[in-house]
């Protein structure tokens, strides 16, 4: 019994010093839901911060340190982003990139500020994230209400005198895009003709498809997440209505117009200017794409604020979050997105989104002005 | 009117769907008088199969839809029947005669067993499947704004499930094996000292429970498009309740059940709200249950001695 003991302590101690080289390096996070319906989206996360990661070591990593990346999975469920951040606190990781739902990024950034972890999210785009005042919260992506300001001008310019439905999926992201688009669209002297809401999940949708059918809408506008929006379009093209859907950044992904098939064509969204064009990708672009990976949506966005941090620590000469916090908003930084600087909220500094239009082949392009 | 009959099409769509699972649960309940949670997973595993034959006989050059819809019925109901036999070989039958609550709780467990079985096979995203059976006729044109229209997926599933029911209920009332599954509901003990090969027949309940659930997988994916591991959750617990609503261990109950709750949702959604439509199913099979406890074509329960 005792010598089984002794064989237990050694073990241990032989797991410590397994982890004993670790010191050289720094672990940092990367979390979103990389299970669940929107695990494409964890995808793109995780897929950024690996090449990023990739490349920065290759460079020599971070104060001559390796970095080692840890995957956090929230499933797009608060209550699971709040025990993922638990967690990297608990590594004492100093940065995470994360999470992709506002619903989950918030909840969590609300850890990270009492654990002394800084965020950059690439893909929560809910005012409330950086609105409370928290000294660690940073986005490299753009904000709701600019988002909803754009579509619902878009709205406005070009669907004037057609009856427009708004729903949105009650969640943190949905409710607060679909309101922001909704007050542009007010604002502009358009009252839409519907207002819905539905449960994140849903799968059958046929009969507030067919309400917004006797109530002849031209354009239902959705604040809500792909898999939805892609049911949405696919029963309303089931039961013969043209129906123009818009969307906002959240069906960036191809797996969009595989569940719509071909009735993605015409499907509107706004999104940030592609990243993938950019003068600033085109090396980094060709790497992902070299892997096999085609870096759409929110990649490059988590490749940019995994760089951003990098960038700041080497300037700031330390990891500590609070000090990297505040080079981060001092200074101007090169991304693969172009030139990053922000302003005292941890918002970026340039308003980009622009409209998108879906093509028949599940692409989507920039829509020409 | 025309708004009416189009959202009575709807409800009744996917009133189908819930009431071919729900009819696993009644009949598991009605012959041994146990939920078996695990039914709702066995749907989901029945749609992944279901989603994997189409890819197969894709790769395999058989394009022609009748024909690949066929094959993939067969191939998805034989082998989703297995899965079913399986989780009644292994999780239910060791524990037979056990106090009651044991075959429930390894229910259960099979539901995770299963759902995570799935996950870690086929990966946590979704899966999606393009639409295949296209095309909407309409049925109503009174020269209004809107006409009723029905989709070929809608008629499917719709004939698909009447089929089955009828035949169903055909086989319960007039085969042998139909008579064995009476006899093991009203006593198995009985049923047994009387030549009645129980396990067999209890074995031969679960494979045609599974294989219904199959089709409804089928039907789920054909209609959605859209399926991954959690599914069956949300949709076993819309079918059990159907199967309660309906009376449980009542075969046309749990198809009326089914429909209930399909048209129940619709309806509300339809007039009232999209996003209170959980809320209002659930109410009003609490209200039922309250005024008929068994059920609406339930039988009042004789205590065994």
């Known amino acids: ?369 | 009117m025309e708004y009416f009959l189009q959202q009575l099409i709807n409800g009744l769509a996917l009133g189908s769907i819930y009431g071919l699972v729900a009819i696993g649960y009644t009949m598991v309940y009605g012959i041994i008088g146990m939920i078996n949670f695990a039914h709702g997973d066995i749907f989901m595993v029945g749609a992944f199969i279901a989603l994997l034959a189409f890819l197969i006989l894709v790769a395999i050059g058989v394009t022609a839809i009748p024909l690949a819809l066929f094959l993939v019925l067969l191939i998805a109901m034989v082998l989703t029947s297995l899965y079913g036999w399986a989780v009644e070989r292994i999780a239910y039958r060791p524990l037979r005669g056990s106090f009651r609550l044991a075959p429930l709780i390894s229910a259960i467990g099979m539901s995770i067993v299963l759902q995570n079985y799935v996950q870690l096979a086929q990966g946590a995203r979704v899966k999606t499947l393009p639409p295949l059976v296209t095309g909407v006729h309409t049925i109503l044109d009174l020269g209004n704004r809107l006409v009723v229209q029905i989709s070929n997926i809608q008629i499917l599933i719709i004939a698909t499930t009447f089929a089955l029911m009828t035949g169903f209920s055909w086989l319960v009332a007039s085969t042998s094996l139909g008579r064995d599954m009476r006899a093991c509901e009203q006593d198995l003990k009985m049923a047994a000292l009387l030549g009645v090969d129980t396990n067999k027949t209890i074995s031969l309940t679960f494979l045609i429970g599974a294989a219904l659930a199959s089709v409804a997988g089928i039907m789920y994916l054909l209609y959605y498009g859209v399926i991954d591991f959690h599914i069956g959750f949300v949709a076993g617990v819309k079918a059990f309740t159907a199967a309660v609503l309906g009376g449980i261990g009542s075969l046309p109950g749990a198809m009326l059940g089914g429909l209930l709750i399909g048209l129940i949702e619709t309806y509300w959604s339809a007039y009232f709200s999209v996003q209170y439509k959980d809320v209002a199913a659930f109410s009003i099979l609490i209200v039922v249950l309250i005024f008929m406890p068994t059920g609406i074509l339930g039988r009042p329960e004789v205590e065994k001695v």
């Open chain 1, 1 to 369: 019994m005792k010598s089984a003991r002794l064989v237990a302590l050694v073990a241990a101690a032989g797991l410590f010093a397994a982890t004993g080289p670790a010191l050289s390096q720094i672990t940092i996070g990367v979390a979103g839901p990389m299970t669940g319906q929107y695990a494409s989206f964890g995808e793109q996360l995780r897929n950024g911060a690996n090449l990023a990661l990739e490349d920065i070591n290759a460079a020599g990593g971070v104060l001559k340190k390796q970095l080692k990346l840890v995957v956090g999975d929230d499933a797009c469920d608060p209550k699971q982003a709040r025990a993922t951040a638990d967690r990297f606190v608990a590594q004492r990781v100093p940065f995470v990139m994360g999470h992709y739902c506002s619903s989950s990024s918030i909840p969590a950034s609300e850890a990270y500020a009492e654990g002394n972890v800084l965020q950059i999210t690439p893909a929560s785009t809910n005012p409330t994230f950086t609105e409370r005042k928290l000294w660690n919260t940073f986005r490299v992506c753009g904000r709701d209400d600019q988002q909803g300001a754009v579509a619902g001008k878009y709205l406005a310019d070009n669907f004037k005198g057609k009856k427009i439905a708004i729903l949105n999926d009650k969640s943190t992201y949905g409710a607060g895009l679909a309101n922001e688009t909704k007050k542009a669209l007010n604002a502009a002297g358009i009252t839409e003709v519907l207002n819905e809401a539905y449960t994140q999940g849903d799968k059958d949708f046929t009969a507030l498809v067919s309400r917004m059918k006797a109530a002849d809408i031209d354009v239902v506008y959705v604040g809500g997440y792909h898999t939805e929006a892609g049911l949405i379009l696919r029963q309303m093209r089931d039961q013969g209505m043209k129906t123009i859907l818009m969307a906002g950044d959240a069906l960036a992904d191809k797996q969009f117009a595989s569940i719509t098939g071909q009735h993605a064509e015409g499907v509107l969204m706004t999104f940030g200017p592609d990243p993938r064009n950019r003068p600033s990708a085109a090396e980094i672009v060709k790497k992902f794409k070299a892997k096999g990976i085609d870096p759409e949506g929110y990649t490059l966005y988590t490749y940019a604020a995994l760089q951003i941090w990098a960038q700041a620590v080497e300037k700031t000469g330390s990891t500590d979050p609070k000090k990297v916090a505040a080079t981060i908003k001092a200074g101007k930084w090169n991304t693969v997105l172009g030139e990053i600087s922000y302003d005292a909220k941890g918002d970026i500094t340039v308003l980009d989104y622009v409209v998108y239009q879906w093509k028949a082949d599940g692409t989507y392009a920039e829509l020409k002005k």
